[in-house]
């Protein structure tokens, strides 16, 4: 779950994949449906599963660092566990899919860092630099 800044939409991200966008009652506004997004699809059926899957959102963040354009309340980045990071402006009337970005490898947690736009992941077992003793930057 996460509001935008303004506090007139919420985010409800479930361990599917689906995202639904609800107003400030709680109602739903829309449900994202994205290509790029299986659970996202009409007719998607979970299957008996024992935790969350590669679809399941490690973060799920409101941003207004890219918005230039009033028609839109915020941007809302959604961060899967298996590295795919997806970006759709939105508003209270609609949404528009904006980006879509693989890290090559997989998320065991994400923040954002709202003072400097700045998202931070933390890898997965099949990330580069694991079990390497320190980092080195370039």
């Not at 490690?58 to 918005?67: D, N, S």
Request: charged share 15%.
């Amino acid at each position: 779950l996460v509001w935008t800044a303004d506090c007139s939409l919420l985010a409800v991200a479930s361990s599917s994949g689906a995202v639904e966008v609800c107003d400030t009652v709680g109602n739903q506004v829309y449900q994202l449906i994205s290509p790029r997004i299986a659970a996202s699809q009409p007719g998607w059926a979970d299957s008996i599963r024992s935790g969350p899957v590669s679809a399941s959102y490690a973060g799920v963040f409101f941003t207004e660092a890219r918005v230039r354009d009033k028609l839109w309340v915020s941007e809302l980045l959604l961060v899967d566990f298996s590295g795919q990071i997806n970006s759709f402006y939105v508003s209270l009337t609609g949404y528009q899919e904006m980006s879509r970005y693989s890290l090559g490898w997989s998320v065991t947690a994400a923040t954002f860092c709202s003072c400097h736009s700045l998202l931070v992941t933390a890898g997965g077992p099949d990330h580069p630099l694991t079990g390497k003793s320190r980092l080195v930057g370039r």
